[in-house]
């Protein structure tokens, strides 16, 4: 029954054409506050914390669940790549950042049930657009950062940091005791929230401006990153597996959480240096001294920055970039993206994402159009079968370079002009380098 009701409120065919509308906003509350109520509000007996911003969300809040699930009590997490009921790992097989209102409420109610007292919620804008958090009572709202992405369904960049806000206001509006946030100095919208939002408790959190949690002398390597950071006027050192200068933004994100809410700097550094990375974020192979990288990169800023990163790392070596960007969504971002590729690899890869109904082809191109620097054929290959991309990466990559999958990260589905079929990038270069490295030791 519960599925039935579910499926008549959510009915969004027409959803682009209406959204807008207030009848239709009416409705997305309405449907909110249904859900809420058929499972008995289970959001009240939590301390929940939600994680918006465009990226590094994922790692932070599973960063934040890691903390408090070890230090302070049993916590339920919800992210675009998994759900955790404590130590129980679930895949979010929904290819939602946040899930539909019955869904999260359903999984709340049963993280209630297996003794729960802690929530973080992964919130995208979409999901706050379209309130799908309706009936969620907010404690705590922590942002990563706000970049060029999803502006095919916002419109306009004011409106896609507008709908960000929304996880602020939830907090400030709701009737629990107390109000916490934390906001990213670097982020220019974030610095100027954090001035404005009127929290009961708040931190900034930065590697380059003045912030209350700061890290510096930051050393990177594809093993690790080591770096110090400074709180309450005292400095101390991390040593974590997470690489890159943009997981410190997330380790400061979630580190500005969790010192607000009880956990110990000592207790903190502790968990994180044993954290281990999220499936699909930045996940390192390496094999036959050739380093290879699985990471959810589909915005401009998240390809910039890791990309940034591996031209550092790549030492003598090549980076090897396989990139691609997903079907009926922004277009604008890809040949920007194209441009960032281009700049920072030696040979650069276009594959399909998920093309959906859209022209594979017309993804593509658009995708290379500002790609000036590459010669298709010698450093620029157009291979729209997304196997065969990958194969062709492995088989070009040599010892000491880099190779990078940017785009799908952790997701296992592809959905494609004809339908939704299984794909895993993990699993492909698993395959890949598993055949060569068979044919290696043959040949020897």
């Known amino acids: 029954m519960k599925q039935l009701i579910k499926k008549i409120i959510l009915y969004d065919k027409i959803y682009f054409l209406l959204k807008d509308s207030s009848i239709y906003q009416w409705r997305k509350k309405i449907a909110g506050q249904f859900a809420n109520a058929l499972y008995w509000n289970p959001s009240k007996d939590f301390f929940v914390i939600g994680v918006t911003g465009t990226n590094g969300k994922t790692t932070t809040a599973n960063l934040i669940h890691k903390i408090l699930n070890d230090h302070i009590a049993k916590t ?53 657009n379209q309130y799908r958090f309706e009936g969620v009572e907010f404690d705590f709202a922590v942002l990563t950062n706000i970049t060029h992405d999803h502006l095919d369904f916002h419109g306009t960049f004011e409106r896609y940091a507008k709908a960000k806000k929304k996880l602020f206001t939830y907090v400030l509006t709701n009737k629990k005791q107390n109000k916490y946030a934390a906001f990213p100095a670097d982020d220019k919208i974030g610095r100027q929230r954090f001035e404005d939002m009127p929290f009961d408790k708040k931190l900034s959190y930065s590697i380059s401006s003045s912030s209350s949690l700061k890290a510096e002398n930051i050393s990177i390597s594809p093993e690790g990153t080591h770096f110090s950071f400074t709180y309450l006027g005292k400095s101390y050192d991390i040593t974590t597996k997470l690489v890159g200068e943009f997981n410190v933004y997330n380790i400061l994100a979630a580190l500005s959480v969790v010192l607000q809410i009880w956990v110990h700097v000592e207790q903190a550094i502790k968990t994180i240096e044993t954290f281990e990375t999220v499936t699909g974020r930045m996940e390192h192979i390496e094999n036959r001294w050739t380093h290879y990288f699985v990471d959810f990169a589909h915005t401009p800023d998240a390809l910039e920055k890791t990309l940034d990163y591996l031209h550092k790392i790549k030492w003598t070596g090549r980076l090897i970039t396989v990139f691609w960007a997903p079907g009926c969504r922004d277009t604008t971002k890809r040949p920007i993206m194209g441009t960032i590729a281009d700049h920072f690899s030696d040979i650069v890869i276009v594959s399909d994402d998920d093309p959906d109904t859209e022209n594979r082809l017309a993804i593509l191109q658009q995708l290379t159009s500002n790609i000036k620097n590459k010669i298709q054929g010698k450093n620029l290959f157009i291979i729209p079968e997304r196997t065969l991309a990958i194969k062709f990466a492995c088989e070009i990559a040599k010892p000491g370079d880099v190779v990078m999958f940017a785009g799908k990260g952790h997701e296992t589905a592809q959905l494609t002009n004809f339908g939704k079929r299984p794909r895993s990038d993990k699993k492909e270069l698993m395959k890949n380098l598993g055949t060569r490295t068979k044919a290696q030791e043959q040949s020897t």
């Open 76 to 128: 339920v997490m919800v992210s675009t790549a998994n759900i955790k009921i404590g130590n129980q790992d679930l895949v979010n097989t929904k290819k939602m950042t946040s899930l539909d209102v019955f869904d999260l409420q359903s999984v709340l109610a049963t993280a209630k049930d297996e003794g729960c007292k802690i929530a973080v919620l992964e919130a995208s804008s979409h999901g706050l």
